[in-house]
């Protein structure tokens, strides 16, 4: 069965530094994979989806993700953080599963300092 | 237009009402979904509707009742619901069921409060 892992319930950093979650999965078959964001009382925005070709694939609001297999991993990051980057992030598979359900990790949590 | 509507956005409802959660997506999607979402937790799914077919229900209590009547429209019917089913109800649609590397359009939710 697929599953998806977030490590990092919580992460906080300051504005203008690096942002990275992390998210490793698995799957028995080529996975694809995708990142959402949830602002409070808000539902689930697309922010990039990783299907097949180029691994690196960026998203909007200037995040972007690596695929790597060897490391069953798809880190999300962005170069310099926002105050309005802070929200829920959830990472999402659909592989293997019967009906090629999303299933989603358990998110993370990004805090932006000033 | 790339929007999933949900209506009401806020909902609170004693135990013995019964009320009905609406979704309309424009996008020509034929698979649409009900999640739930409880705070600081993943979206988990109810039911899935392919083509206007249930083609998932998830182990859902009677007490949710749900009804696609056409294939723009996604209704979730409550009746008898406890406390516990206050939650975050978010619809979502996507191109096709069985298309994998289609990404979920989702809603911006109804927050349901029983009391």
């Known amino acids: 069965a697929q599953s998806v892992t977030q490590l990092g319930s919580h992460v906080s950093v300051s504005e203008g530094a690096l942002v990275l979650l992390r998210c490793n999965y698995s799957?028995?078959?080529?996975?694809?994979l995708f990142w959402y964001v949830q602002y409070p009382n808000q539902g689930l925005q697309l922010l990039l989806k990783?299907?097949?070709?180029?691994?690196l694939v960026k998203g909007i609001n200037g995040f972007e993700a690596e695929f790597k297999k060897s490391e069953t991993s798809f880190h999300l990051t962005k170069p310099s953080a926002h105050m309005s980057d802070a929200a829920e992030y959830f990472c999402?598979?659909?592989?293997?599963?019967?009906?090629?359900?999303?299933?989603f990790g358990g998110g993370t949590r990004l805090m932006v300092k000033p | 237009d790339t929007e999933v509507t949900q209506t009401p956005k806020h909902l609170v409802m004693g135990m013995t009402n019964k009320k009905s959660l609406k979704c309309e997506q424009h996008m020509g999607h034929r698979a649409m979904y009900w999640y739930k979402q409880k705070a600081k937790k993943p979206p988990e799914l109810m039911f899935v509707?392919?083509?206007?077919?249930?083609?998932i229900n998830e182990s859902v209590p009677s007490r949710f009742s749900p009804e696609c009547p056409n294939s723009s429209l996604l209704n979730l019917h409550l009746h008898a619901l406890q406390p516990e089913d206050s939650a975050l109800y978010l619809c979502a649609s996507s191109q096709d069921f069985n298309a994998r590397n289609t990404e979920a359009f989702f809603g911006q939710g109804t927050r349901l409060t029983v009391v």
């Open positions: 509707y392919s083509y206007e077919k249930l083609s």
């Open positions: 799957s028995s078959v080529p996975p694809y």
């Open positions: 990783y299907t097949t070709g180029a691994t």
């Open positions: 999402a598979v659909r592989g293997d599963n019967a009906g090629n359900m999303l299933t």
